[in-house]
Protein backbone atom coordinates (compact mmCIF):
# COMPACT_ATOMS: atom_id res chain seq x y z
CA UNK A 1 0.00 0.00 0.00
CA UNK A 2 1.05 3.33 -0.72
CA UNK A 3 1.75 5.60 2.22
CA UNK A 4 1.58 8.88 2.19
CA UNK A 5 2.37 10.68 5.57
CA UNK A 6 2.60 14.58 6.99
CA UNK A 7 4.33 15.31 9.99
CA UNK A 8 1.86 16.82 12.06
CA UNK A 9 -1.94 16.43 12.37
CA UNK A 10 -2.78 19.69 14.29
CA UNK A 11 -0.30 22.44 14.53
CA UNK A 12 -1.25 26.08 16.20
CA UNK A 13 1.04 29.33 14.89
CA UNK A 14 1.38 32.73 15.50
CA UNK A 15 0.66 35.29 12.60
CA UNK A 16 4.40 36.21 10.99
CA UNK A 17 5.83 32.55 11.82
CA UNK A 18 7.70 30.87 9.47
CA UNK A 19 5.81 27.46 9.05
CA UNK A 20 7.07 24.33 7.46
CA UNK A 21 4.56 21.27 6.64
CA UNK A 22 6.48 18.32 5.81
CA UNK A 23 5.35 15.42 3.70
CA UNK A 24 7.54 12.08 2.72
CA UNK A 25 5.48 9.19 0.49
CA UNK A 26 7.33 6.07 0.42
CA UNK A 27 6.85 4.37 -3.07
CA UNK A 28 8.94 6.09 -5.02
CA UNK A 29 6.18 8.71 -6.71
CA UNK A 30 7.39 10.79 -8.98
CA UNK A 31 5.02 13.38 -8.74
CA UNK A 32 4.10 14.98 -5.33
CA UNK A 33 1.04 17.84 -4.13
CA UNK A 34 -0.18 20.09 -1.67
CA UNK A 35 -3.61 21.55 -1.45
CA UNK A 36 -5.98 23.29 0.69
CA UNK A 37 -8.89 22.35 1.47
CA UNK A 38 -11.43 24.87 2.96
CA UNK A 39 -15.66 24.42 3.19
CA UNK A 40 -17.41 24.99 0.10
CA UNK A 41 -13.84 25.32 -1.87
CA UNK A 42 -13.05 22.06 -1.82
CA UNK A 43 -9.72 21.32 -2.47
CA UNK A 44 -7.34 23.71 -4.40
CA UNK A 45 -3.83 23.26 -5.45
CA UNK A 46 -1.51 25.06 -3.75
CA UNK A 47 2.06 23.61 -5.41
CA UNK A 48 2.94 20.42 -7.06
CA UNK A 49 6.65 18.71 -8.30
CA UNK A 50 7.20 16.02 -11.33
CA UNK A 51 10.50 15.67 -9.65
CA UNK A 52 13.49 16.53 -7.36
CA UNK A 53 14.08 20.12 -7.39
CA UNK A 54 11.29 20.98 -9.58
CA UNK A 55 7.98 22.75 -8.81
CA UNK A 56 5.25 24.47 -10.57
CA UNK A 57 3.05 26.81 -9.26
CA UNK A 58 -0.82 25.62 -8.89
CA UNK A 59 -3.90 27.98 -8.47
CA UNK A 60 -2.70 29.64 -5.17
CA UNK A 61 0.80 29.39 -4.55
CA UNK A 62 0.70 33.71 -3.14
CA UNK A 63 2.50 33.39 1.03
CA UNK A 64 3.95 29.76 -0.10
CA UNK A 65 6.93 28.11 -1.55
CA UNK A 66 7.97 24.50 -1.60
CA UNK A 67 11.11 22.47 -1.69
CA UNK A 68 11.78 19.49 -2.76
CA UNK A 69 15.26 18.33 -2.28
CA UNK A 70 14.80 14.57 -2.56
CA UNK A 71 12.39 12.13 -4.74
CA UNK A 72 10.34 11.12 -1.51
CA UNK A 73 9.83 14.08 0.70
CA UNK A 74 7.87 17.59 -0.10
CA UNK A 75 7.90 20.47 2.55
CA UNK A 76 5.90 23.69 2.10
CA UNK A 77 6.58 26.53 3.76
CA UNK A 78 4.55 29.49 4.73
CA UNK A 79 6.95 32.38 4.48
CA UNK A 80 5.32 34.41 7.28
CA UNK A 81 2.24 32.71 8.14
CA UNK A 82 -0.99 35.21 8.12
CA UNK A 83 -4.62 34.25 9.48
CA UNK A 84 -6.26 33.66 5.83
CA UNK A 85 -3.62 30.61 5.83
CA UNK A 86 -5.82 28.73 8.50
CA UNK A 87 -6.71 25.46 6.89
CA UNK A 88 -6.43 21.97 6.61
CA UNK A 89 -3.34 21.31 4.08
CA UNK A 90 -3.16 18.06 2.35
CA UNK A 91 -0.67 16.13 0.38
CA UNK A 92 -0.67 14.06 -2.24
CA UNK A 93 1.76 11.92 -4.39
CA UNK A 94 1.21 10.00 -7.88
CA UNK A 95 3.09 7.92 -10.51
CA UNK A 96 4.49 9.84 -13.44
CA UNK A 97 2.99 7.24 -16.02
CA UNK A 98 -0.24 6.98 -16.73
CA UNK A 99 -2.72 5.96 -16.20
CA UNK A 100 -2.00 4.91 -12.86
CA UNK A 101 -0.09 7.54 -12.74
CA UNK A 102 -3.35 9.78 -13.02
CA UNK A 103 -4.43 8.48 -9.26
CA UNK A 104 -3.35 10.22 -6.63
CA UNK A 105 -2.44 9.04 -3.36
CA UNK A 106 -3.52 11.72 -0.32
CA UNK A 107 -1.53 12.10 3.03
CA UNK A 108 -4.16 12.43 6.38
CA UNK A 109 -4.02 15.93 6.42
CA UNK A 110 -2.48 19.26 8.81
CA UNK A 111 -4.95 21.33 10.18
CA UNK A 112 -2.98 24.42 10.54
CA UNK A 113 -4.53 27.45 12.83
CA UNK A 114 -3.14 30.88 12.72
CA UNK A 115 -3.71 33.29 15.64
CA UNK B 1 -9.71 26.77 -17.41
CA UNK B 2 -11.69 23.79 -15.96
CA UNK B 3 -14.57 23.70 -13.37
CA UNK B 4 -16.18 20.73 -11.63
CA UNK B 5 -19.31 21.33 -9.90
CA UNK B 6 -20.83 19.03 -7.07
CA UNK B 7 -24.29 20.87 -6.45
CA UNK B 8 -25.65 18.42 -3.47
CA UNK B 9 -23.52 19.91 -0.71
CA UNK B 10 -25.06 17.54 1.99
CA UNK B 11 -27.06 14.06 0.99
CA UNK B 12 -28.74 11.86 3.11
CA UNK B 13 -29.22 7.72 2.45
CA UNK B 14 -31.26 5.09 4.38
CA UNK B 15 -29.04 2.13 5.32
CA UNK B 16 -29.06 0.06 2.45
CA UNK B 17 -30.95 1.66 0.13
CA UNK B 18 -29.25 3.61 -3.06
CA UNK B 19 -28.44 7.09 -3.57
CA UNK B 20 -26.65 9.06 -6.29
CA UNK B 21 -23.74 12.08 -5.74
CA UNK B 22 -23.88 14.48 -9.11
CA UNK B 23 -20.89 16.22 -10.38
CA UNK B 24 -20.88 18.17 -13.54
CA UNK B 25 -17.54 19.45 -15.21
CA UNK B 26 -16.44 21.99 -18.19
CA UNK B 27 -13.33 21.26 -20.39
CA UNK B 28 -12.23 21.73 -23.53
CA UNK B 29 -10.22 18.89 -23.65
CA UNK B 30 -10.81 15.51 -24.95
CA UNK B 31 -8.25 12.82 -23.21
CA UNK B 32 -9.06 13.34 -19.32
CA UNK B 33 -9.34 11.24 -16.09
CA UNK B 34 -12.97 11.55 -13.51
CA UNK B 35 -12.84 10.29 -9.94
CA UNK B 36 -14.37 10.14 -7.20
CA UNK B 37 -12.72 10.19 -3.35
CA UNK B 38 -13.95 9.81 -0.29
CA UNK B 39 -13.28 11.05 2.75
CA UNK B 40 -14.29 10.07 6.10
CA UNK B 41 -14.27 11.97 8.99
CA UNK B 42 -10.60 12.60 10.33
CA UNK B 43 -9.59 10.00 7.96
CA UNK B 44 -7.33 9.90 5.02
CA UNK B 45 -8.95 10.86 1.34
CA UNK B 46 -8.99 7.54 -0.63
CA UNK B 47 -9.98 6.83 -4.32
CA UNK B 48 -13.31 5.39 -4.60
CA UNK B 49 -14.03 4.89 -8.34
CA UNK B 50 -11.90 5.97 -11.58
CA UNK B 51 -12.89 6.70 -15.27
CA UNK B 52 -10.63 7.00 -18.44
CA UNK B 53 -12.68 9.83 -20.51
CA UNK B 54 -11.96 7.84 -23.91
CA UNK B 55 -13.87 4.65 -22.16
CA UNK B 56 -17.40 4.48 -22.58
CA UNK B 57 -18.40 1.74 -20.57
CA UNK B 58 -19.34 3.12 -16.90
CA UNK B 59 -16.59 2.01 -14.14
CA UNK B 60 -17.89 0.02 -11.65
CA UNK B 61 -16.12 -0.70 -8.06
CA UNK B 62 -18.48 -3.06 -6.06
CA UNK B 63 -21.40 -1.15 -4.88
CA UNK B 64 -19.91 2.20 -6.18
CA UNK B 65 -20.75 2.60 -10.21
CA UNK B 66 -20.72 5.74 -12.20
CA UNK B 67 -23.00 7.30 -14.81
CA UNK B 68 -20.66 8.84 -17.09
CA UNK B 69 -22.09 11.10 -19.84
CA UNK B 70 -19.46 12.51 -21.89
CA UNK B 71 -21.27 14.87 -23.78
CA UNK B 72 -23.27 16.54 -20.88
CA UNK B 73 -19.86 16.46 -19.28
CA UNK B 74 -21.89 14.73 -16.22
CA UNK B 75 -20.37 11.80 -13.75
CA UNK B 76 -22.69 10.90 -10.89
CA UNK B 77 -21.72 8.47 -8.42
CA UNK B 78 -24.23 5.67 -7.86
CA UNK B 79 -23.73 4.02 -3.84
CA UNK B 80 -26.04 0.75 -4.00
CA UNK B 81 -27.04 -1.24 -0.46
CA UNK B 82 -25.76 1.94 1.30
CA UNK B 83 -23.58 0.97 4.54
CA UNK B 84 -22.74 2.91 7.60
CA UNK B 85 -19.00 3.09 6.60
CA UNK B 86 -20.16 5.36 3.57
CA UNK B 87 -20.55 8.28 5.69
CA UNK B 88 -17.97 10.54 4.42
CA UNK B 89 -17.51 13.89 2.18
CA UNK B 90 -17.33 12.70 -1.05
CA UNK B 91 -15.31 14.76 -3.79
CA UNK B 92 -15.63 14.87 -7.57
CA UNK B 93 -12.48 15.63 -9.61
CA UNK B 94 -10.86 15.96 -13.07
CA UNK B 95 -7.65 15.20 -14.03
CA UNK B 96 -6.55 16.86 -17.72
CA UNK B 97 -3.93 19.48 -18.08
CA UNK B 98 -4.78 20.36 -14.57
CA UNK B 99 -6.27 18.85 -11.35
CA UNK B 100 -9.86 19.53 -10.46
CA UNK B 101 -12.00 18.78 -7.32
CA UNK B 102 -15.59 19.92 -6.80
CA UNK B 103 -16.57 21.87 -3.54
CA UNK B 104 -17.48 18.37 -1.93
CA UNK B 105 -20.93 16.58 -0.82
CA UNK B 106 -21.29 15.60 2.82
CA UNK B 107 -23.30 11.78 2.60
CA UNK B 108 -24.68 11.09 5.81
CA UNK B 109 -26.15 7.33 6.17
CA UNK B 110 -29.24 6.71 8.40
CA UNK B 111 -29.19 3.23 10.37
Known amino acids: DVKVTQSSRYLVKRTGEKVFLECVQDMDHENMFWYRQDPGLGLRLIYFSYDVKMKEKGDIPEGYSVSREKKERFSLILESASTNQTSMYLCASSLLSAPQGETQYFGPGTRLLVL | AQTVTQSQPEMSVQEAETVTLSCTYDTSESDYYLFWYKQPPSRQMILVIR??????QNATENRFSVNFQKAAKSFSLKISDSQLGDAAMYFC????????FGAGTRLTVKP
Open chain 2, 51 to 56: QEAYKQ
Open chain 2, 93 to 100: AYKGNDMR
